[in-house]
């Protein structure tokens, strides 16, 4: 079934706003099936929604049309909606209850033209907005589905999470539940990581299954998604496929959905009741800088060093000088001693630490950019790791943090 | 003049990639005076471009394509453009020379494909490519103006900046060059720094340049343009108010273009050959982090201390337990003698730091959310800061490091 979105608005014209929202209902189509075929950026005028919808009309079978449902007058679509499928507005009583309920809520003051979004055209299928007062619509026409949505991307992801995805596969008639695990994972790159889950990978598309690797700098999220008759057996699916994936990489998944290495890292100390702190050579503060963006942090995190000159190191952190004079800096000697020591200093449970060369400049050819040495120490033993990263700085600094803490993390695991 | 901009690529519509360039072609369109009045996204696919070209040729007067100039089969927009102009393709000699040149000065290998991007249709002015192989072209067809680009958006902007504007200018006759710059504020608010500039920007407007506030957290860029017949006068007149601008704010402006606070301070330290360490509480290591993102930060920073917790600010930064006890850690007292003391624990010459209550938890009544202390040391004194910033932890974090390294900035300035 071919797909079209229309985004309605201005400020997406004149790039005061990314089309977020055009990406996002594309990437989600796509995933479960649909043709994307046409996408469309108008203003907000009556007569150029008119013409994208009859042109949509002849060459698709869905259209999603998303803004202009807001209640100011430059919000024009729900009127221009109820002209071109000839119907009238009326009010909507339980809508309405809804928009009067969602403003007491929030302790806002309700305005007429706020009410005035309950008005709804007759001959349009109602899609309730929890998040919002701008109601989703969905029409028919000519055996094509007009889906009328809100801009905001919160309220209009939520219109089709809560309603439309199921309509839409019920209309297709592969299924009528879709579901999505994203499972994250570090320390395999893509092409390594998609050969160690080969055979899982071959069932699971057996299975119906449908997998989407998705990479960035230090992790790759595999992205499984099933769509069936039924919730409940999808997810079990899901369940029993994730449950075979950690058998197979057990120390790379580290969260699921949107969680965070350094959440999952914050969430393990709290429950171990356990302190950290940090030595910070290469990442010069990114490691602390990410666990105290965790508000709490204060809970777990007593505090770091960040022993950017080597002078700093042996002052500081105790780093014996002929450590850094015999193997240098970046060293399982040096790391080894800052993570011991830190620890020490800040009383904690724990210390981490990296050293590396993190560039563009300052490598060697026993040392090139991208080597880094990261360590975890507690009141019983060290344990270090040497990584040999590539040679962008930002992605050094990101990728040598991440794996500190997925290190601390499996330690963490082990007591 | 109405513009249209058809955006060619099975991975826009399917979200893989979001759709940036018409997000910037269409901001810069508008700053220009141009209307913009639709938005296409559409597959590599023959039909759907002719399609879309002959929709635009009616409706437009400047219609920009970008995407499908790659070397590899998938790419077909320059052939249907061919085809579409009643044209035929061959080979430009010059860029053919320049694609050669692009490859031997990156030491790449060159193949047939790459050579065959210098054949270009006959009938359009061919728009030179500096970044890369893909030339852009210009078409004209029934006193429509048809500009296709590369989807590369790094080479997009560069042949955009390199010829179509001013190109597009001429045809308005409005002109022929068009000039901007960014001057970048820190400290001021922008309707704050509106009413205070008030007067500046009304000159400025009488005098035909545009002026444009563009907000983030901590950061207000003011984007001055002007369009005009001759480069040399209109950046003599840019020259002008920004140093009018100066001297209405000179605290408030850090940098130009697309400086950063850390480069800017960084860039100081430098020049007046001065070193750095840093006492963070509250920032949690985030502003170490933006000094230690610089390639080189390490002939200026010699490190610094995250006192989270108040036992660190004691132990390790000698800071007076009473203070603590009788001040609380978020206070003058106590992040003025974390700047003084880690300035000397690392022997550097400036010492900085910070001490509130990032949020969302911690607040009282003395001291809410957003409470901030911030100082600066160096061997003859140590001034000090308040802030009083919002409820969000990320942007207080964001937004009190920016305002330590805006006090350091300052002091630098003044040696």
């Known amino acids: 079934m071919k797909c079209e979105i229309i985004s309605v608005g201005d400020e997406l014209l004149i790039g005061q706003t990314i089309n977020t929202n055009a990406s996002w209902l594309g990437e989600q189509l796509n995933n479960l099936g649909f043709t994307m075929a046409h996408g469309l950026v108008i203003s907000d005028q009556k007569l150029d929604i008119i013409n994208a919808l009859s042109v949509a009309e002849k060459r698709s ?15 024009i679509t ?15 009583k339980a809508i309405e209850q809804n928009i009067i309920d969602y403003f007491n809520n929030r302790n806002l003051p309700i305005l007429q033209t706020n009410k005035d979004q309950a008005l709804l055209p007759k001959s349009c ?8 007062s701008a109601s989703g619509m969905w029409f028919e026409k000519s055996g094509v589905i007009f889906v009328s949505l809100p801009g905001v991307p919160y309220e209009m992801k939520g219109i089709m999470n809560d309603h439309v995805f199921t309509k839409l596969l019920d209309l297709k008639g592969e299924g009528s539940v879709v579901v999505n695990r994203t499972v994250r994972t570090h320390g395999m790159g893509e092409s390594f990581l998609a050969e160690v889950v080969k055979s899982w990978e071959n069932d699971l598309l057996k299975d119906d299954l449908k997998l989407a690797y998705l990479p960035s700098p230090g992790i790759v999220k595999l992205r499984l998604s099933i769509i069936g008759k039924d919730k409940t057996s999808s997810e079990a699916k899901l369940d029993y496929y994730i449950s075979e994936l950690n058998k197979l990489i057990p120390d790379q998944i580290y969260g699921y959905g949107n969680a965070t290495m350094e959440g999952e890292v914050g969430k393990l100390l709290i429950a171990k009741n356990q302190t950290l702190s940090t030595a910070e050579s290469c ?35 105790d780093v014996y000088e002929k450590y850094i004079d015999i193997n240098g800096a970046v060293s399982k000697q040096v790391v080894e001693q800052m993570a011991a020591n830190v620890r020490l200093k800040f009383n904690s449970d724990f210390g981490i630490s990296t050293s590396g060369i993190a560039g563009p400049n300052g490598g060697t050819d026993e040392k090139p950019v991208g080597t880094v040495w990261i360590a975890v120490a507690n009141k019983d033993k060290v344990i270090s790791k040497k ?28 007591n």
Do not use: A, C, W
């Not at 729900?78 to 909507?92: A, G, M, Q, S, V």
């Not at 299928?125 to 919002?132: A, M, T």
């Open 61 to 75: 079978d869905i259209v999603i049309i998303t803004g202009g449902l807001g209640p100011t007058n430059d919000d």
């Open 78 to 92: 729900k009127h221009t909606l109820t002209e071109y499928f000839n119907t009238t507005l009326e009010l909507d």
């Open 125 to 132: 299928q109602v899609l309730p907005n929890s998040r919002g």
């Open 283 to 317: 990442t010069g503060g990114n490691v602390s800088k990410m666990l105290t963006s965790i508000s709490g942090s204060s809970s777990f995190f007593n505090g770091g060093i960040i022993s950017y000159s080597n002078q700093s190191k042996s002052v500081l952190l």
């Open 387 to 414: 990584l040999n990263l590539g040679y962008n700085r930002e992605r050094n600094i990101h990728v040598s943090s991440l794996s500190v803490l997925n290190l601390l993390r499996l330690e963490l695991l082990k």
